[in-house]
């Protein structure tokens, strides 16, 4: 397997643009921020998650680079949503006690603007909590401050014992 990995590295880099060079140590760096704990998902660490969380918000930013743009060379509105839910998803399982967890159960996202520039940030607020669902919202902007993408998400609370089976 190690043989093949090499192989297929040799093969990537040997005739990549600076761009794909970048764009693949991105990914690498990524990999390596989820192996060495920095991030608790894949998804956070090749997105270069950063995150912070208080009580009754999480703020999630990401770097924007060749790696989340669209054909168009904007942010890809993907990855726009995957972030939403990432700080949406976070700041519910914050607000649970232990052996609970809280998965999507429905996301609405209204893109606003295109995603350009340095950064985004995506800043979820709790709605409602009850015993078995959660409503957030979420606003993501970009570095400049304009506004691209509003959302709200629906989470069912579920137990997680028996999830990993």
Do not use: W
């Given at each position: 397997?190690?043989?093949?990995?090499?192989e297929l590295f040799d093969k990537c880099t040997n005739q990549a643009t600076d761009e794909e060079l970048e764009v693949l140590k991105s990914l690498l760096q990524g990999f390596h921020?989820?192996?060495?704990?920095?991030?608790?998902s894949y998804i956070g660490g090749l997105l270069q998650m950063e995150r912070s969380i208080t009580d009754d918000e999480c703020i999630?930013?990401?770097?924007?680079?060749?790696?989340v743009d669209n054909p168009l060379g904007i942010l890809h509105g993907g990855i726009t949503a995957t972030v939403i839910d990432s700080a949406m998803g976070t700041l519910a399982a914050s607000l649970l006690p232990d052996g609970f967890g809280a998965v999507t159960t429905q996301l609405n996202v209204h893109y606003l603007s295109v995603g350009k520039g340095d950064y985004v940030t995506c800043r979820a607020n709790i709605d409602h909590k009850g015993t078995k669902t959660m409503v957030l919202s979420a606003d993501v902007h970009r570095a400049d401050g304009r506004k691209i993408a509003q959302a709200?998400?629906?989470?069912?609370?579920i137990e997680k014992k028996g999830v990993n089976k």
């Amino acid at each position: 397997m190690d043989k093949e990995i090499m192989e297929l590295f040799d093969k990537c880099t040997n005739q990549a643009t600076d761009e794909e060079l970048e764009v693949l140590k991105s990914l690498l760096q990524g990999f390596h921020k989820k192996q060495t704990g920095q991030n608790s998902s894949y998804i956070g660490g090749l997105l270069q998650m950063e995150r912070s969380i208080t009580d009754d918000e999480c703020i999630l930013t990401i770097p924007l680079t060749p790696l989340v743009d669209n054909p168009l060379g904007i942010l890809h509105g993907g990855i726009t949503a995957t972030v939403i839910d990432s700080a949406m998803g976070t700041l519910a399982a914050s607000l649970l006690p232990d052996g609970f967890g809280a998965v999507t159960t429905q996301l609405n996202v209204h893109y606003l603007s295109v995603g350009k520039g340095d950064y985004v940030t995506c800043r979820a607020n709790i709605d409602h909590k009850g015993t078995k669902t959660m409503v957030l919202s979420a606003d993501v902007h970009r570095a400049d401050g304009r506004k691209i993408a509003q959302a709200t998400g629906s989470f069912f609370i579920i137990e997680k014992k028996g999830v990993n089976k």
